[in-house]
């Protein structure tokens, strides 16, 4: 009995995990622009695949312990990625549709210039 | 520099031996060879942690990982709400946030931190530690993103040494 209601939760999960995947795709053809996209496929994603290892925990697929490293290292990897695609979307120009208010143009027009992590180890 | 090598180097190896399940000796001469070459290549400084701090570090690290892993289920569920509305209320912008950390390491890690919140994602850190960071509702994570800020870096500082509060306001 206890199996098949741990076996049902996974099922369930991986239901749910899918479910979040599907809808991080129809954000990224839903939303205007790539900034606002890379917030659909770099956060509902990583929560749907977290579910999915969860899910492979409870089915008994994966171990506790690697299902925890991996969704660390997801979870760590992930905010990464988002960053350096929209670090470089703005560097390149891609313009934001619909913005309200952009402090790092703004920052840019006063004159002083960004320096990115490379620059400044090289500076030192 | 031996200590800090040797400790990166047990580190990686140890989880090297979790993540492949596999405790043979030929996999644990795999895992010690994998672990001094990534803690050659990564060349770690000594941090000066003392016991003496450690456990009020410990209980920094449980309440940043908590805050994290509650803020990776709530983007996930709001940025969900907000695709399948039928017209989602954007109002995008680009916000500079102070990180408020003086270390590179509490101004990364804030960087990470923020990117996981919901709604917001950095694009950008200054060499005053501003993170300029875009957000999707640009009104209201003025203030909530400010405000989660300043807890994050509170307890970087607990976590690591010399990162508590310097950076310039934007």
């Known amino acids: 009995m206890k199996e098949e209601l741990v076996a049902a939760l996974g099922i369930l999960l991986v239901v749910v995990g899918t479910s979040f995947s599907v809808i991080s795709v129809v954000g990224y053809l839903r939303l205007p622009d790539v900034y606002t996209r890379l917030h659909a496929t770099g956060k509902v994603s990583v929560f749907g695949i977290v579910l999915f290892l969860i899910a492979a925990v ?15 290292f997801l979870v760590l990897a992930g905010p990464v990625l988002s960053h350096s695609i929209g670090s470089a979307a703005y560097r390149i120009g891609i313009p934001m549709r619909g913005a309200v208010r952009d402090d790092l143009a703004a920052r840019g027009s006063t004159g002083r210039e960004e320096t ?8 030192r | 520099m031996i ?16 993540l492949t399940g596999n405790v043979e000796h030929a996999n644990v001469a795999a895992a010690v060879f994998m672990g001094c070459l990534v803690a050659f290549l990564l060349r770690p400084r000594g941090r000066g942690w003392g016991f003496a701090r450690m456990p009020l570090a410990l209980w920094a690290i449980f309440l940043y990982l908590v805050l994290i892993l509650w ?6 569920l709001w940025v969900a709400r907000l695709i399948l509305t039928r017209r989602p209320a954007l109002r995008t912008g680009i916000l500079a946030i102070p990180s408020g950390c003086r270390s590179e390491l509490g101004r990364a890690l804030s960087a990470h931190a923020l990117t996981i919140a919901p709604g917001e994602m950095v694009v950008a ?23 989660h800020q300043k ?8 976590i690591i040494p010399n990162s508590g509060e310097g950076a310039k306001e934007a």
């Open chain 1, 58 to 72: 409870a089915i008994g697929a994966v171990d506790a312990g690697r299902a925890v490293v991996l969704g660390l």
């Open chain 1, 116 to 123: 990115t992590a490379g620059e400044q180890a090289e500076e």
């Open chain 2, 3 to 18: 200590g800090p090598f040797v400790k990166a180097a047990a580190a990686l190896a140890g989880l090297h031996l979790l």
């Open chain 2, 71 to 76: 803020d990776v289920i709530g983007s996930g």
């Open chain 2, 125 to 147: 850190i200054d060499e005053d530690g501003v993170l300029y960071t875009h957000c999707l509702d640009a009104d209201a994570a003025e203030i909530y993103a400010r405000e």
């Open chain 2, 151 to 158: 807890r994050r870096c509170r307890l970087l500082s607990r």
